[in-house]
């Protein structure tokens, strides 16, 4: 059988791609810019742009879309409608298409946990997704069975891949009594708190352990997650040069200070880690992570475990340290931290296979 998922969010397209005995992780900016004419240079093929069609326009979708907007916004869709919007059917195609597949038994997809409350919207996407989808003039792609899922249960699901991790974190937390987990399975005997940080939202799930399942989440799209981080820094630049450079300078940001690197503008090498950039990026995520904290309200005293995930997990956990040092806290590398809901999406998927056999 063929399985596959896509966990697609405000800031990237992240998909699966490859056999079942070797799956690998890919994505691109959820970026989906009008073709205006152009076309990409072909189907499945490897190029860093597709082209794919959707309720009557055609759209430039893939790494390299990027580099259609001409440092404008054109092409993102920030709305609370999203989920429902052309961009987002678009890149979604746009993940199928770069697949390669012709058919698909099983397709799991990721939603935003307050989207995924909304039933009408999950039954849409599976009805949307399953049978015959058209990705472009004379390409389909057949799709059997399609599960749609909170994102931050595909994080949670892809922790089972990092239990050596998880042993050593938890090492750092002798108080709190928790001893090494052997298999995957033991998770379930834990109340793990997963803070899912996206581009543009802030997402959480809290799973039960023995106690009962728990669940708890809020999702706040254009007010915070990477962009607020971002932003805040931005604003420091402009106090700093006294000038408001072009907002696409953002992306510029983002790879310096993942990198841990100058940025260099007006000639100058801006050193990301001088105290007043920390100290906004420290204070950008405060305001999400008191929410959240609130929101839990009680349920804080019954946590095992964080697990932050996402894009850019790094600010927000170490808000949660500060607020909680005593609490158990896991953050993966950025590279692995990324994919963690696709990964745990992914074995779900391939496990559906073994439970049909």
Request: hydrophobic share 40%; charged share 20%; net charge negative.
């Amino acid at each position: 059988m063929i399985t596959h998922a896509i966990d697609l969010g405000f800031g990237l397209t992240k998909f699966t791609h490859g056999p079942e005995s070797a799956k690998t992780f890919r994505a691109f900016p959820s970026v989906a810019v009008p073709a205006r004419g152009r076309t990409s240079t072909g189907y499945g093929d490897g190029s860093g742009l597709k082209t794919v069609e959707f309720d009557g326009g055609t759209y430039l979708v893939g790494p390299d879309a990027r580099r259609e907007l001409a440092g404008n916004e054109l092409g993102r869709d920030l709305t609370e409608d999203f989920y429902r919007s052309p961009v987002y059917h678009a890149l979604m195609r746009g993940a199928l298409a770069f697949m390669g597949e012709s058919t698909v038994d099983i397709l799991v997809l990721g939603l935003p946990m307050d989207r995924f409350e909304n039933r009408a919207l999950v039954q849409s996407l599976k009805t949307q997704y399953e049978g015959e989808v058209s990705i472009s003039p004379g390409k389909t792609i057949d799709i059997e069975r399609c599960e749609v899922h909170p994102q931050p249960f595909g994080g949670y699901l892809g922790l089972g891949r990092h239990l050596p991790a998880i042993n050593a974190a938890l090492t750092q937390y002798p108080d709190a009594g928790i001893g090494q987990l052997a298999k995957p399975a033991d998770l379930a005997a834990l109340n793990v708190l997963v803070v899912d940080t996206g581009s543009f939202t802030l997402d959480w799930l809290l799973m039960g352990g023995e106690k009962g399942p728990i669940r708890s989440a809020s999702s706040a799209a254009n007010n915070a997650g990477r962009h607020r981080v971002l932003r805040a820094i931005y604003d420091q630049l402009c106090r700093d040069l006294n000038r408001k450079p072009p907002v696409s300078i953002m992306l510029e940001i983002d790879d310096a200070q993942r990198a841990s690197k100058p940025l260099r503008i007006d000639g100058r090498a801006i050193d990301l880690a001088a105290p007043q950039y920390v100290r906004a990026a420290r204070d950008a995520v405060e305001d999400s992570v008191q929410q959240m904290f609130e929101h839990l309200g009680s349920m804080l005293d019954r946590i095992d475990l964080v697990a932050c995930v996402g894009g850019a997990p790094a600010d927000v956990a170490g808000a949660i340290a500060r607020r909680r040092p005593f609490l158990p806290l896991y953050t993966p590398s950025p590279e692995q931290s990324v994919f963690m809901n696709l990964s745990g999406f992914a074995d779900y998927a391939q496990s559906l296979t073994y439970n049909n056999r």
